[in-house]
């Protein structure tokens, strides 16, 4: 981007951004568009932690942790990402209020690119119509985005996140834009599996309120040190060998691999749901069924890549 914003002026958007999610990547190429053309700052202005947190009767099990939902807006190439932090107090504050103290003082807004069914403030006011006369009294334009839609469904980060809760992984990557993903760091487990020939890392998620897919076992791709690597992961309690029926792990066997990767961070992307969570009579057929799901993994990444 070879410009120059001498005047500290944006284009700014505001939202939660759970999921960065095809319908936000619209916003996101539209503001940075829009800064090139005025010769702004674009800036995304979003909040953590999600305002369900603080002001929801049951807070949402999220798409993205803060770190991967900034690195995703990023990537995009926003100049500038704002996390305000969203508190009890921070919720009373009302819509002229937020774009009078924050979007103007604070960040020299000029132009404010508004999602399509977007509001906020502790009076629900701030739509794009009351927003439009803020505007034209403070001195800045207002763009209403357009939902994307796929198949006449418009994109919802509601509607990723049940079809995440589902297993229907394949929806989900297709609303989101890119595979559905987990970051954490390899611990030590039970090393079962490597006593029956299928070791794994398991994933210790630091984030308590980060969705997971639904029981199962899937395909997918593993990231660490900068280099891809296949694999198969089963998300559920391991009811064939696991005494513990509440704990709930996270493990993946990496096709083709045998390094000591205990306490590196890991970024597991979710490709396909080959099959539910089982219990098994004996360690044997768990072996067999386990043989059968690296198959169908190879199987399923040869045809697609």
Do not use: C
């Not at 947190?53 to 807006?73: Q, S, V, Y």
């Amino acid at each position: 981007m070879n410009r120059t914003n001498n005047t500290g002026d944006s284009i700014v958007t505001v939202g939660a951004f759970d999921g960065v999610h095809r319908g936000h990547q619209e916003i996101l190429s539209r503001l940075i568009k829009k800064a090139e053309e005025m010769n702004v700052t674009s800036l995304v202005v979003t909040f953590w932690p999600h305002p369900s947190h603080i002001i929801g009767h049951k807070p949402l099990r999220l798409i993205n942790t803060l770190d991967e939902k900034k690195a995703l807006i990023e990537a995009h190439g926003v100049e500038k990402v704002v996390v305000l932090p969203f508190t009890h107090e921070f919720a009373k504050i009302n819509s002229l209020s937020f774009i009078r103290d924050y979007l103007i003082d604070q960040f020299k807004m000029k132009y404010f690119l508004l999602g399509y069914n977007h509001h906020f403030g502790s009076d629900r006011q701030g739509d794009f119509n009351v927003i439009k006369e803020y505007g034209m009294h403070y001195g800045f334009d207002v763009e209403k985005a357009v939902p994307v839609e796929i198949n006449g469904e418009k994109i919802s980060s509601t509607k990723i996140r049940h079809a995440i809760s589902e297993g229907n992984i394949e929806l989900a990557n297709l609303y989101l834009g890119y595979n559905y993903f987990i970051t954490g760091i390899i611990v030590e487990g039970q090393m079962l599996g490597r006593t029956i020939g299928f070791p794994t890392a398991n994933v210790n998620i630091q984030e308590e309120h980060k969705l997971l897919p639904k029981d199962g076992v899937y395909a997918v791709k593993v990231e660490i040190s900068g280099k891809i690597y296949s694999g198969m992961l089963n998300i559920g309690h391991r009811p064939t060998v696991n005494k513990e029926k509440n704990l709930k792990t996270i493990e993946v066997h990496i096709l083709d691999f045998n390094e000591d990767i205990y306490n590196q961070n890991i970024k597991v992307g979710f490709f396909s749901r080959i099959r539910d969570e089982t219990k098994f009579a004996g360690i044997e057929i768990l072996k067999e069924q386990l043989m059968n799901d690296m198959l169908r993994t190879r199987q399923y990444f040869s045809s697609v890549f």
